[in-house]
């Protein structure tokens, strides 16, 4: 299976992005489905999660109530829609794929995952 990153930009603070990420090789039911991002100099961070089986989401604390994520069963794919971004929201945005279920503590657990797609860069200007 391969996952393939899209979506990212330059943007203003106060826009808004849809990240997507479409899987291949594999259908996406029955994983786990998780966005990182790793800003410079910075260690990577959960951002987002999405458990297919019961379809439950999962936040930052940094990002709850600005990005939704959700899925597409049809197309194979998840999608991080952002709104309100800030400037700290600036990083490199990676998917990442687990065959199963994750609890909510290892969903936001990068090692979690099998399964990276390349990243795709966001940039918000102040």
């Known amino acids: 299976v391969q996952l393939q990153a899209s979506g990212g930009g330059l943007v203003q603070a106060g826009a808004s992005l849809r990240l997507s990420c479409a899987g291949s090789g594999r259908t996406l039911s029955h994983t786990t489905m998780g966005w990182f991002r790793q800003a410079p100099g910075k260690e990577r961070e959960f951002v987002s999660g999405?458990?297919?089986?019961?379809?439950?989401?999962f936040y930052a604390d940094s990002v709850k109530g600005r990005f939704t994520i959700s899925r597409d069963n049809a197309k194979n794919a998840v999608y991080l829609q952002m709104n309100s971004l800030k400037p700290e929201d600036t990083a490199n945005y990676y998917c990442?794929?687990?065959?199963?279920?994750?609890?909510?503590?290892?969903?936001?657990?990068?090692?979690?995952?099998?399964?990276w797609g390349q990243g795709t860069l966001v940039t918000v200007s102040s």
């Open positions: 990442a794929l687990k065959i199963g279920s994750l609890i909510a503590s290892n969903l936001r657990n990068e090692r979690s995952y099998d399964i």
């Open positions: 999405i458990r297919w089986s019961d379809n439950n989401k």
